[in-house]
């Protein structure tokens, strides 16, 4: 017999039977068998019937196990409920050890049986091809060839499946085992991130838990991803790649800056940094050489500072796209035009900043000279620690966080570091003094508040200890005031959030306290103390003449907070020009410029950008068409300032394209003047103005008058604390009902005949009516008919400001001279109220300087000046008046109240920023509405500020190289000696000569 084939039939012999003969065959036999012959095909013949009965046999026991477990199943699961109604019907009893015992015995939970290898119909087909492919490759009937086209064909598959991890799967074979058994595993769901089975507790028990979650103000990420793994049915590991990947992504985001802002930002040298040339002679004396380079060094540092900021724009200078690069201008003067305008210019635009004024710093100086500032917007700081911090990123130089800036404390220590005094008709205790008592607020804050008021104003008495504030109406006022300002940061942020993320937040009680009046709260605070009733009116709104019936408690509570801080408030060392000349260096060094004396005409606007869509519009009314085309059409970009002598200053858009970021105009001048005396009328019929900005008011414009005095602050007796008068807040005269005893409250600063119609609810409405601005009032709405308004000496609001006795360096640098600024609003014959929508005014022009009304104006105030301030008689060399200048935005409810007071405006590429969007005109609030501004040019979203904490100042600090600090020292922009400052000693003997009643300033009535 040959291998493999059946023996040859001779001559004579009978063929033998075949496996597909007919007849006895066997039930496993091999195909070309002899029945009686031994088969060379042992995989079929043998192996193959075997491992099949072994895998069915194995298969059907597991089936059956199976259906026996679920048997045992039912039952357990029977017992159960039956033992449970037994347990409610049989008594439990109690052993002594206070542990219940039970009779009834719980059956056995029956357990799964273990899956075999053949678990299922698809393995043993799997099995069985496995054997059939084996055999066939065994047993090929053509010879080996096709062993060998297998072979390579297996070869090549398992080139094509492995690559160049074959020779590592050859090595160690169990790889392929592992990599098979997770395919399957997937194959079968059990790498799925979704939960397959049922959930860890019901739906509504989720839901429970969630709901407790919200309620107890947990962080929104934990709400989230319990949402996830209660409802969703993520397993926990998909959690967690789901948190490591977000926080991946997170923090790469965070990391990196907005463009054009790098990632590397060098340091700017200080704008005091000058090299001085040394001689060669003075080698062998060290200290007088030391001596003379100090000397100079200081009086160039004077220099400086005796310089405007900025440079004023040429008669024929043409700016144009074609020679110059810049990518933003910034309208404005003062410090927080500066200040916007240097975070920009860290970020890596080229900005362009046009000021009005001859001093781009705000300052002014009699016609002719330049040598004396006169501060005329009373730069006082009120938190200095929090003001420095928001300023760090943009005066941060090579050798100083703060640019060599420094700021001095308002007042001395003899006085308490007192900084403001105001006088309140009818406020004191001395009821014949019809002016009012002086009261003044010093840097100690509650306590001296509380000291005071007790005295002056009979406001309960203060504690024992300094924290004790005892049972004063007034301290208890300031403390609800604190709390009200503690979420008014989520207030001003929200104003560079989109609406739509706004309305996903809650409204914050700060925000619900800026649309109501401050008259209610003053009334429910103080309902039997009508004195401290006005002096907490006077604090809470005294840079406005505005009563508290139309005040906005908002703006009342951060006035209050700011001023009851119990740090007083701080003056820039060298005034406003040393910290702009601080911010001029980072702009210039940055590739920007400031160019003074620019008078604006109108904003330029790229008509090719605005596009209409494909809503139809109503034609019901001209009202309603009007309206809805306003919407359909999309407002065209801002790309520049057309100027008064017709020049203009744009952009060139396409420059722009790819780079990632668009140009901007920021406009801190307000949004009165910035939508209404800027914005052309063809643009605002068309487009229309910010959401709710008709509904609002202007404040009355101001006129400032400065005088120079002779002598220093210490030869006059006066101190920098700002002198207010506030006829807005007089004291209120309450009546007590002699039959019930029922007293019914005044009203604060008298009865007012005018009322305002508009509700809180209508002002984000739509207005038809079109703003007409002031150059178009005269012709189209006629002057608002009121009692005409006149300064009146002794009556009027007033505030009388010493700029110069703030600076503790003024007297090192310009001698025995002080400057004095007095601020007054603008009567009707230099401006005209117009009953438009918004409200403004329009300032008169046409009359000189000489004109009587000014000579008239001046004579009168200067002798309001010296009946406070009698120690002034003949020490007057100088005086001027400058204004009227506009102030922005009423401290009226409806301006917190319009959705369209914002940085961003209708129109693409147009911002806004200053005061008007946070709370009056000074420098702290001027300063973070500037911080606003930046934050929304700079295109940041509601992912970085809220969840990330990125914003402008953060990636500037991150990607700032730090500042390389002196060894010795500190490198200050202004030096000013010791003498300047007041000592201990002197305090201390001031102290001991003065009696134990508080100290009082030497300027009273």
């Not at 005329?376 to 640019?403: F, H, M, W």
């Not at 009334?523 to 009116?537: Q, T, V, Y």
């Not at 020049?647 to 910035?674: H, N």
Request: aromatic share 8%.
């Amino acid at each position: 017999m040959r291998m493999g084939k059946p023996e040859k039939v001779r001559r004579g012999q009978q063929s033998p039977e075949r496996v597909d003969a007919k007849g006895k065959i066997p039930k496993h036999a091999a195909r070309g068998s002899v029945v009686g012959k031994l088969s060379p095909d042992i995989i079929s013949v043998y192996f193959e019937p075997e491992l099949t009965n072994k895998a069915t046999e194995s298969l059907e026991r597991f089936s059956d196990e199976l259906m026996q477990y679920d048997d045992a199943v039912k039952e357990y699961e029977k017992a159960i409920e039956e033992q449970k109604k037994q347990q409610q019907q049989t008594e439990v009893e109690i052993d002594a050890d206070g542990t219940t015992s039970s009779t009834i015995e719980l059956p056995q939970q029956p357990v799964p049986p273990k899956a075999p290898l053949y678990k299922s119909e698809y393995w043993v087909k799997e099995f069985e091809e496995m054997i059939s492919d084996t055999q066939d490759y065994f047993q090929s009937k053509n010879g080996g060839w096709k062993a060998h086209a297998r072979a390579a064909r297996f070869e090549r598959i398992m080139d094509e499946r492995y690559g160049r991890f074959r020779p590592l799967i050859k090595q160690y074979p169990e790889l392929e085992q592992f990599v098979k058994t997770v395919q399957r595993r997937y194959a079968i769901g059990h790498f799925s991130p979704f939960r397959q089975g049922k959930p860890p507790i019901p739906k509504s028990t989720a839901v429970i838990i969630l709901f407790m979650m919200q309620r107890g103000n947990l962080r929104w990420e934990v709400t989230v991803l319990s949402v996830l793994f209660f409802l969703i049915g993520l397993q926990p590991w998909a959690l967690v790649v789901l948190i490591a990947g977000g926080h991946a992504l997170m923090d790469n985001r965070k990391r990196r800056p907005l463009k054009p802002m790098k990632k590397y930002m060098p340091s700017t040298p200080p704008y005091y940094a000058i090299e001085v040339e040394e001689d060669e002679d003075d080698n062998d004396n060290d200290n007088t050489h030391s001596e003379e380079v100090e000397e100079k060094e200081r009086q160039r540092k004077i220099d400086i500072l005796k310089q405007p900021v900025g440079t004023k724009l040429g008669v024929n200078e043409v700016i144009h796209s074609t020679s110059h690069e810049y990518d933003t201008i910034i309208l404005g003067s003062g410090p927080s035009t500066l200040y916007t305008a240097a975070l920009l210019s860290r970020t890596g635009r080229k900005v362009l900043v046009l000021s009005s004024k001859e001093d781009a710093s705000g300052c002014h100086t009699f016609s002719g000279e330049s040598d004396i500032p006169f501060d005329i917007e009373s730069s006082n700081i009120a938190r200095c620690s929090k003001s420095q911090t928001i300023l760090a990123p943009a005066l941060c130089s090579s050798t100083d966080y703060q640019g060599g800036i420094r700021f001095a404390q308002i007042g001395s220590a003899a006085d308490g570091h007192a900084f403001e005094i105001l006088s309140v008709p009818g406020m004191g205790t001395d009821s014949s003094n019809q002016d009012g008592m002086p009261f003044v607020l010093r840097a100690d804050g509650v306590r001296s508040l509380v000291e005071d008021a007790a005295l002056s104003l009979g406001d309960g008495w203060p504690g024992v200890t300094p924290d004790d504030l005892g049972n004063s109406a007034s301290a208890a006022y300031v403390q609800v005031c604190n709390s009200l300002n503690e979420t008014s940061n989520q207030f001003f942020m929200s104003k560079i959030l989109d609406d739509n993320v706004n309305n996903l937040r809650k409204t914050d009680i700060y925000q619900e306290s800026t649309i109501r009046y401050a008259s209610s709260f003053l009334d429910s605070g103080f309902p039997l103390k009508a004195h401290a009733r006005s002096l907490m009116a006077a604090i809470g709104m005294k840079g406005e003449n505005i009563k508290p019936s139309k005040t906005s408690m908002g703006a009342a509570v951060t006035n209050i907070c700011s001023a009851m801080s119990g740090e007083g408030m701080h003056y820039p060392i060298g005034g406003p020009r040393a910290l702009c000349h601080a911010f001029q260096k980072v702009i210039e060094e940055n590739g920007g410029r400031i160019l003074t004396q620019v008078q604006y005409s109108r904003l330029l606007f790229d008509e090719d950008s605005s596009k209409a869509s494909t809503k139809p519009a109503k034609t019901s009314s001209s009202e309603e068409t009007s309206e809805e085309k306003k919407k359909e059409l999309s407002a065209p970009r801002c790309i520049g300032i057309q100027l008064a002598d017709k020049r203009e200053i744009k952009f060139d858009l396409r420059k722009f394209k790819g780079k990632g970021y668009q140009p901007a105009v920021v406009s801190m001048l307000g949004l009165i003047t910035t939508f209404i005396r800027l914005l052309p009328n063809e643009q605002r019929d068309k487009y229309n103005i910010p959401v709710g900005l008709p509904a609002l008011a202007e404040r009355r414009p101001v006129i400032k008058i400065i005088f120079a005095l002779k002598g220093s602050a210490k030869d006059l007796d006066i101190t920098g604390a700002d002198y207010y008068r506030l006829p807005a807040a007089a004291l209120a005269q309450d009546e007590i009902n002699q039959d019930t005893g029922e007293v019914k409250l005044g009203t604060i600063g008298g009865h007012d005949n005018e009322t305002d119609e508009t509700e809180v609810q209508q002002i984000d409405q739509d207005s038809s009516i079109n703003p007409q601005g002031a150059d178009s009032t005269t012709t189209i709405n006629k002057p608002k008919k009121s009692n005409k308004v006149k300064y009146e000496p002794g009556t009027s609001w007033m505030q009388i400001s010493f700029p110069s006795a703030k600076d503790p360096s003024f007297e090192s640098r310009h001698g025995k001279v002080t400057t004095c600024v007095v601020t007054i609003e603008a009567d009707d014959d230099f401006v005209t109220p117009f009953e438009t929508k918004p409200k403004l005014y329009a300032i008169q022009k046409g009359k000189g300087v000489t004109h009587g009304d000014h000579q008239w104006l001046m004579e009168r105030v200067r002798g309001d000046l010296l009946t406070n301030y009698p120690q002034l008689e003949g020490k007057i060399t100088r005086s001027e008046m400058v204004g009227p200048c506009y102030r922005g935005l009423s401290h009226t409810p409806l301006r917190y109240a319009a959705k369209g007071v914002r940085p961003e405006s209708p129109y693409p590429g147009l911002f806004s920023g200053g005061s008007d969007l946070t709370i009056g005109e000074s420098f702290s609030a001027s300063i973070v509405g500037g911080w606003l501004a930046a934050n929304a040019v700079a295109g940041y979203s509601a992912l970085d500020h809220l969840f990330l904490q990125k914003n402008i100042s953060t990636d500037i600090l991150q990607s700032l190289e730090s500042p390389d600090l002196p060894e010795s020292g500190e490198d200050l922009a202004v030096d000013f000696s010791a003498d300047d400052v007041t000592s201990e000693e002197d305090t201390k003997n001031q102290e001991k000569e003065e009696s134990n009643d508080p100290p009082e300033l030497k300027k009273e009535n």
